[in-house]
């Protein structure tokens, strides 16, 4: 039986983990998981209130081992790997950069769950990067790591339409299932010999940085039709938002709409200007106007736009 250390933190991980410890009906595998390595539990909400990571969670409902390193690098989190005496170490959305004592310490080495179609998007936001940008098509690569950021060899990928109607959370659902769904056709051939390493192409990398609170700020310079993939995008972490009345403003949901000749004198505001567009809060953008579908002001729960704009004084001033 193949023994294996898990490496993961967030909702994207657990359907991996899941799988590998045989919690699934019909896609269990001969292997058996020694140990789990998660982030810390962080502060977390409004409330910030200290919440465990959801692969914690999930490993301790199975009765798994559990070490929660500040780094990897840490003496007595080195030393628990070693004593775990893993045959394959499996990542997927660790958080935290594995060295080269880590990648080479399991025999089969270390290989990763990375949500996006490599080498485009490496990085830690890969699912919003290509949403924001406008891609047709992401999806998911298992890969052999090294001591790049996501530039190891391919084992295996496979490809999804982004759909209108996706959000950059439903979207990571889907790639969390399709990711353990490869891993688990992909896994026993790596393991076996019979896959054929497949090195990136380097001149077509695209790169992913990680997402802050202030990465959520609308640039109305820019079209609208990017904004409004960008709101998709950032739905629901870390969110979009505007500054209004002081206070911050979060846009859940959003179209655009043309500065058609009957709107003359939008054609003609600056970018970033609030107006009302056919009984919606609006805002004019670098190529037409932003409609807010859905928003949620500072302290309230989320609303309509046009329950928003009933309240909202001044929005046009």
Same mark, same amino acid.
């Given at each position: 039986m193949t023994r294996i250390v898990f490496m993961g933190s967030p909702d994207f991980a657990v359907p991996t983990l899941r799988l590998l410890a045989g919690n699934d009906e019909n896609k269990g595998y001969p292997y058996e998981v020694v140990g789990v390595v998660t982030q810390p539990? =962080?502060?977390? $909400? =409004? $409330? =910030?209130?200290?919440?465990?990571? *959801?692969?914690?969670?999930? *490993?301790l409902n199975l009765g798994l081992a559990i070490i929660q390193p500040e780094k990897l690098r840490a003496p007595e989190a080195m030393e628990q790997l070693r004593l775990w005496q893993p045959d394959l170490i499996v990542v997927a959305a660790f958080g935290q950069i594995l060295r080269a004592e880590v990648?080479?310490?399991?025999?089969? $080495?270390?290989i990763n769950v990375h949500a996006s179609l490599l080498p485009l998007w490496r990085g830690a936001a890969p699912v919003q990067a290509a949403m924001s940008a406008g891609d047709a098509e992401t999806g998911v690569t298992i890969m052999k790591m090294d001591q790049g950021i996501d530039t190891g060899a391919i084992l295996s990928q496979r490809a999804i339409p982004i759909k209108p109607e996706d959000t950059g959370g439903s979207l990571t659902e889907k790639l969390a299932q399709l990711g353990a769904d490869l891993l688990s056709e992909t896994l026993l051939r790596y393991l076996s010999g019979e896959l054929q390493l497949q090195a990136q192409e380097e001149s077509k990398a695209t790169y992913a940085p990680m997402l802050k609170k202030e990465d959520g700020r609308l640039n109305f310079t820019h079209p609208a039709d990017e904004l409004v993939r960008r709101v998709r995008a950032l739905n629901p972490r870390p969110g979009a938002f505007i500054e209004w009345n002081g206070e911050m403003l979060k846009i859940h949901r959003s179209h655009s709409a043309e500065r058609t000749p009957q709107l003359q004198e939008t054609g003609k505001a600056p970018a970033g200007q609030r107006l009302i567009y056919e009984g919606q809060a609006a805002v004019t953008t670098g190529s037409g106007l932003l409609i807010l579908d859905e928003v949620q002001p500072a302290g309230k729960k989320s609303m309509s736009g046009k329950a928003f704009l009933s309240g909202a004084r001044g929005w046009t001033s």
């Open positions: 539990d =962080r502060p977390s $909400g =409004r $409330g =910030r209130e200290v919440k465990p990571p *959801a692969i914690k969670t999930l *490993a990648l080479n310490l399991p025999p089969h $080495g270390c």
